[in-house]
């Protein structure tokens, strides 16, 4: 099974850009959907982005679309998340999951969670 960490996040000034990385260990990584969640304070957790294990299909919340963009290497057992044009209301923790659904997209289809990174976007 797979075990994720995130590392990345950090402060920076509205319009900047961060990017996080996932590293996931286990030989099944390049098997699993992955997602990006993110959970602001007093929010629910939400998804981000999400790549598909085959062909890297990816899907964007309305919110991020054109902006943050999620790719994989499965040689390096690695997703990433480039967010560019940041805004104070991408402030959140985010999260690097895997799931064994091809289309997962709720945060009860993914079975394996990273720690953690604090993101945080100041006007």
């Known amino acids: 099974q797979v075990q994720l960490v995130e590392s990345g996040g950090g402060l920076v000034q509205a319009g900047g850009s961060l990017s996080l990385s996932c590293a996931g260990s286990g030989r099944a990584f390049s098997c699993y959907t992955m997602g990006w969640f993110r959970q602001a304070p007093g929010k629910g957790r939400e998804l981000v982005a999400a790549?598909?294990?085959?062909?890297?299909?990816?899907s964007y919340a309305d919110s991020v679309k054109g902006r943050f963009t999620i790719s994989r290497d499965n040689a390096k057992n690695t997703v990433y998340l480039q967010m560019n044009g940041l805004k104070p209301e991408d402030t959140a923790v985010y999260y690097c999951a895997a799931s064994g659904l091809s289309a997962a997209t709720m945060p009860m289809e993914y079975t394996r969670w990273g720690q953690g990174t604090q993101v945080t976007v100041s006007s």
């Open positions: 790549i598909a294990s085959i062909a890297g299909k990816t």
